[in-house]
């Protein structure tokens, strides 16, 4: 259940409304939109009548039942006020959200080695990204392929860091890593396959770290959703969900299937900003600037991308990756279109119209 308090509520009436619910052995949670305080109660409040709490304080608009088994993720739980993940970084800080510009993150499947790490957000950096992702540890499907170089990547990050300024976005597989990766992650990544991990859910839940929360390879929206209301529950009100594709029947012509209709399903059920991933999604380098221009038109917040210096020799995802200079080149080709959709702003360096031959059509040859 929630009540929405009217705009002009002092603070004190909302001190004493949260007050007489305790009482009531219900935990308020207060949420302060722009425009709204909304004051969530959690516990079983199915015996509450919402007239009992109407007359609770004259200041009180509404109380309504959140019939969603996402209550903190839900869309109402912010009376339809899109929520804001703010991420500091030493580039200054960089906000997650609906009504910000969108945001890009990108870089290697995995961290390498220093060369090519640096070299690669250097690169991103002067293509308009404000983050660097890159894996140190990787969920890997054969346990003979490469499962990241661990903490010395995660130091190698940290390099990376100092030298761009970019945030970093690394994944987080085990409880146990949690501190070493929260200390050099300005977001920690909970992976596709780690996405109904509840263990792992809660611990970066009781964490305040930003986290970018994978959809599951065949987890619906509602699981998804379920899964961010773990993070919130244990506390922490910082989640972005990305899609990277779901599983499908095709696995010849794309990995997996990017289900762009997500976004637009997300924007009616939920207040959390999205990524999509068209990397992971289509699996094929060749399809991710039109995967990636297709997000911006649906209303992604932010966009992931993998980039490496030299894809053929890539330890993983090579054949998705995009080159530095292909990079460079998608974003010159999305900034029209963020442009257009009011999502781009100066801090994207490329704004001109793209210097490159056109993009070879995939139909070519045919
Ligand atoms: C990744 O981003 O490196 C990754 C492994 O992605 P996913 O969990 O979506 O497969
Ligand atoms: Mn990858």
Redesign the pocket.
């Known amino acids: 259940m929630i009540i929405i308090m009217k705009s002009d509520t002092p603070a004190a009436e909302i001190e004493r409304v949260s007050s007489e619910l305790r009482r009531w052995e219900i935990t308020p949670e207060k949420s302060a939109g722009q425009h709204k305080v909304v004051i969530g109660l959690i516990g079983d409040t199915s015996e509450i009548d919402p007239r009992q709490i109407q007359n609770l304080s004259p200041f009180i608009e509404q109380a309504l039942r959140v019939k969603k088994p996402f209550k903190r993720a839900s869309k109402e739980f912010r009376y339809g006020e899109p929520s804001e993940v703010v991420v500091p970084t030493p580039n200054g800080a960089v906000t997650f959200g609906q009504n910000h510009p969108l945001v890009v993150v990108a870089g290697?499947?995995?961290v390498e080695n220093e060369e090519m790490i640096v070299e690669t957000a250097l690169a991103v950096k002067a293509a308009g990204a404000q983050f660097l992702r890159g894996?140190a540890y990787?969920p890997r499907t054969s346990p003979y392929a490469f499962q990241g170089h661990g903490e010395s990547a995660l130091e190698l990050l940290a390099k990376a860091r100092v030298v761009t300024g970019l945030g970093i976005i690394t994944e987080v597989m085990d409880t146990t890593d949690i501190d070493k990766v929260a200390s050099v992650a300005d977001v920690v990544q909970i992976g596709a396959r780690n996405m109904q991990n509840f263990s792992l859910l809660k611990k970066v839940g009781a964490t305040l770290k930003p986290v970018l929360l994978k959809r599951g390879l065949s987890a619906t929206i509602e699981d998804w959703l379920m899964s961010a209301e773990y993070i919130l529950a244990a506390g922490n009100p910082n989640v972005i969900l990305c899609e990277r594709g779901i599983r499908t029947f095709d696995k010849q012509y794309t990995r997996n299937t990017l289900d762009i209709s997500a976004l637009p399903v997300l924007r009616t059920l939920t207040h959390l900003p999205t990524m999509i991933d068209p990397?992971?999604a289509t699996g094929f380098s060749e399809f991710v600037p039109t995967m990636a221009m297709a997000a911006i038109a649906a209303g992604a917040d932010s966009l992931m991308i993998?980039v490496h210096p030299n894809p053929a020799k890539a330890l993983?995802?090579g054949p998705?990756?995009l080159t530095l200079e292909g990079f460079e080149q998608l974003m010159q080709e999305i900034a029209p279109l963020g442009t257009f959709f009011g999502r781009w702003t100066q801090n994207h360096r490329a704004t001109t119209t793209p210097n490159f031959a056109p993009r070879v059509s995939s139909t070519a040859g045919v």
């Open positions: 290697p499947c995995s894996g990787k990397s992971h993998e993983s995802d998705q990756s």
